[in-house]
T-cell receptor, first 114, second 115 residues
Framework: NAGVTQTPKFQVLKTGQSMTLQCAQD?????MSWYRQDPGMGLRLIHY???????DQGEVPNGYNVSRSTTEDFPLRLLSAAPSQTSVYFC?????????????FGSGTRLTVV | KNQVEQSPQSLIILEGKNCTLQ??????????LRWYKQDTGRGPVSLTI?????NTKSNGRYTATLDADTKQSSLHITASQLSDSASYIC??????????????FGKGTKLSVIP
């Protein structure tokens, strides 16, 4: 089925460990982004990409790295996990970052850092 | 600072009843407003997208209204069903840098439909 696929769905990390959250879309969307969702807060943008080879920071980029080597994939790397990074992470894609285009979200990765 | 405020935070209604969710925003300049439905443990799914020139837009039993002058939007759900139980998120878009757009998300309204 077409859409945005995120893996893993759940992950527990120890403080200081690193890991990569995977995101893949098969809709040939140019725009991809990562959000985190915390209790009592709206989704916040971490990083985004307007096309292969192009990435930029969002509202809360510290502690995260991204790269975009292909149109389909947009992995999010946690360099040294901290308890403050415990959250639900969503990847989203859109035909374009321009206004008027809807976003398709993945089903999320629930990350716990202990 | 751009903000999106939603009310109520949570709502419980009986199956078959109607309800209205509110969204007030201070985002400026305004590009469009979106309503998303987020089921528990799932990602948000788009319900409607409205530009400043649109006053109302429907998607089945969901009807969104927009008053760009007062910066208010509402989402009306008709004849609610158990499957409508979810969080409903209001998202406002504004122009960012280099042709991009910034989305400001509300915290959502958690709707519970009970038999």
């Amino acid at each position: 089925n077409a859409g945005v696929t995120q893996t893993p769905k759940f992950q527990v990390l120890k403080t200081g460990q690193s890991m990569t959250l995977q995101c893949a879309q098969d809709m040939n969307h140019e725009y991809m982004s990562w959000y985190r969702q915390d209790p009592g807060m709206g989704l916040r943008l971490i990083h985004y990409s307007v096309g292969a080879g192009i990435t930029d920071q969002g509202e809360v980029p510290n502690g995260y790295n991204v790269s975009r080597s292909t149109t389909e994939d947009f992995p999010l790397r946690l360099l040294s996990a901290a308890p403050s990074q415990t959250s639900v992470y969503f990847c989203a894609s859109s035909y374009s970052g321009s206004v008027g285009y809807g976003y398709t979200f993945g089903s999320g990765t629930r990350l716990t850092v202990v | 600072k751009n903000q999106v405020e939603q009310s109520p935070q949570s709502l419980i209604i009986l199956e078959g009843k109607n309800c209205t969710l509110q969204c007030n925003y201070t985002v400026s300049p305004f590009s469009n407003l979106r309503w998303y439905k987020q089921d528990t443990g799932r990602g948000p799914v788009s319900l409607t997208i409205m530009t400043f020139s649109e006053n109302t837009k429907s998607n089945g039993r969901y009807t969104a209204t927009l008053d760009a002058d007062t910066k208010q939007s509402s989402l009306h759900i008709t004849a609610s069903q158990l499957s409508d139980s979810a969080s409903y998120i209001c998202v406002v878009s504004a122009p960012g840098g280099a042709g991009s757009y910034q989305l400001t998300f509300g915290k959502g309204t958690k709707l519970s439909v009970i038999p």
